[in-house]
T-cell receptor, first 114, second 115 residues
Framework: EAQVTQNPRYLITVTGKKLTVTCSQN?????MSWYRQDPGLGLRQIYY???????DKGDVPEGYKVSRKEKRNFPLILESPSPNQTSLYFC?????????????FGPGTRLTVT | AQKVTQAQTEISVVEKEDVTLDCVYE???????LFWYKQPPSGELVFLIR??????QNEISGRYSWNFQKSTSSFNFTITASQVVDSAVYFC????????????FGPGTRLSVLP
């Protein structure tokens, strides 16, 4: 089944404790992206990647890191999480750029930073 | 910068009513792409439609229809004869070639369809 998976689905952590949210797709998509969703703000793009070893900042990259060492994986790293990073996070992928192809979204990861 | 505005934060209708969700976008590019996504209470994001800037034809898919007007920078979404299952948050989104592949969502409109 074609899908985007994220792990964990739920995470509660404390300020400053490094964490990684994994994202994997099995559709051989070139484009992958991370978003955060906050009430009243919709989804905002954090980082995106056009292909392996190619990443770029979205609208809200501060406090996040990403890497794209393999085509299928695009982990989101919070090196020193803070309470303002409490949010719902979505990973997405598309065959190429999202203008031309539909984005497929993962199920979301709800992160709480205390 | 690119921007998507959805001025309606929440809308409530009674089942079988028609409802229109507004979307206004801003971009300096001549080639851009507009989208609508649905997020039901279960939380997943469901793709509804993609439209490029060169195609101003309105589209109808069952009870759903979309009206794209470049003159007013709007891409509105109408649900005809709404049903309870249409209750969800609906997002309008924009991307364009000249902004790399940066993807911008509007804040969303929460639609509640009451039985």
């Amino acid at each position: 089944e074609a899908q985007v998976t994220q792990n964990p689905r739920y995470l509660i952590t404390v300020t400053g404790k490094k964490l990684t949210v994994t994202c994997s797709q099995n559709m051989n998509h070139e484009y992958m992206s991370w978003y955060r969703q906050d009430p009243g703000l919709g989804l905002r793009q954090i980082y995106y990647s056009m292909n392996v070893e190619v990443t770029d900042k979205g609208d809200v990259p501060e406090g996040y890191k990403v890497s794209r060492k393999e085509k299928r994986n695009f982990p989101l790293i919070l090196e020193s999480p803070s309470p303002n990073q409490t949010s719902l996070y979505f990973c997405a992928s598309s065959q190429q750029g999202p203008g031309y192809y539909e984005q497929y979204f993962g199920p979301g990861t709800r992160l709480t930073v205390t | 910068a690119q921007k998507v505005t959805q001025a309606q934060t929440e809308i409530s209708v009674v089942e079988k009513e028609d409802v229109t969700l507004d979307c206004v976008y801003e971009t300096r590019d001549t080639t851009y792409y507009l989208f609508w996504y649905k997020q039901p209470p279960s939380g997943e994001l469901v793709f509804l439609i993609r439209r490029n800037s060169f195609d101003e034809q309105n589209e109808i898919s069952g009870r759903y229809s979309w009206n794209f007007q470049k003159s007013t920078s709007s891409f509105n979404f109408t649900i005809t004869a709404s049903q309870v299952v249409d209750s969800a948050v609906y997002f309008c989104a924009l991307t364009s070639d000249n902004y790399g592949q940066n993807f911008v969502f509007g804040p969303g409109t929460r639609l509640s369809v009451l039985p």
